[in-house]
Nanobody, 121 residues
Framework: QVQLVESGGGLVQPGGSLRLSCAASGSIFSIYDMGWYRQAPGSQRELVAAITSGGSTNYADSEKGRFTISRDNAKNTVYLQMNSLKPEDTAVYYC???????WGEGPYDYWGQGTQVTVSS
C-alpha cells in the first residue's frame, strides 16, 4: 500500500558530500514526521535527523552543522544533505515516515529498504 524508496548512497572520500532522497508512494493521505536513521555494523539503529510536516527539524548532536534534512510535501519526499563526511558516518541509512492512509487510517510507521553510505579514502 505504501512504499519508501531511497536513493543517493555510495562511496565518498572523507570531507566529501552526499545527498540522500526518499520518496513515499502509494495510498497516502498525509505524512506526519519524516526522518533518517542509520545503522553501522554491530550497532543499534540511531536517529540522524527528523523533520515535521511543518518543517521543524531535529538533529543528533554529532550531525549538527554537517547534515541538513529537508522535505518536499508535494512530492512526499525527504532529503538528507550530508557534508564534511567522516569515516564514522559509514552506515546503512534508512528513511522513516509516519503515514496516514488515503482512507484516513493511521498514522503508521514505514521504513525504506536502506541505502549504504561508505566514507573511506
Amino acid at each position: 500500500q505504501v512504499q519508501l524508496v531511497e536513493s543517493g548512497g555510495g562511496l565518498v572520500q572523507p570531507g566529501g558530500s552526499l545527498r540522500l532522497s526518499c520518496a513515499a508512494s502509494g495510498s497516502i493521505f498525509s505524512i506526519y514526521d519524516m526522518g533518517w536513521y542509520r545503522q553501522a555494523p554491530g550497532s543499534q539503529r540511531e536517529l540522524v535527523a527528523a523533520i515535521t510536516s511543518g518543517g521543524s527539524t531535529n538533529y543528533a548532536d554529532s550531525e549538527k552543522g554537517r547534515f541538513t534534512i529537508s522535505r518536499d510535501n508535494a512530492k512526499n519526499t525527504v532529503y538528507l544533505q550530508m557534508n564534511s563526511l567522516k569515516p564514522e558516518d559509514t552506515a546503512v541509512y534508512y528513511c522513516n515516515a509516519r503515514i496516514v492512509y488515503s482512507w484516513g487510517e493511521g498514522p503508521y510507521d514505514y521504513w525504506g529498504q536502506g541505502t549504504q553510505v561508505t566514507v573511506s579514502s
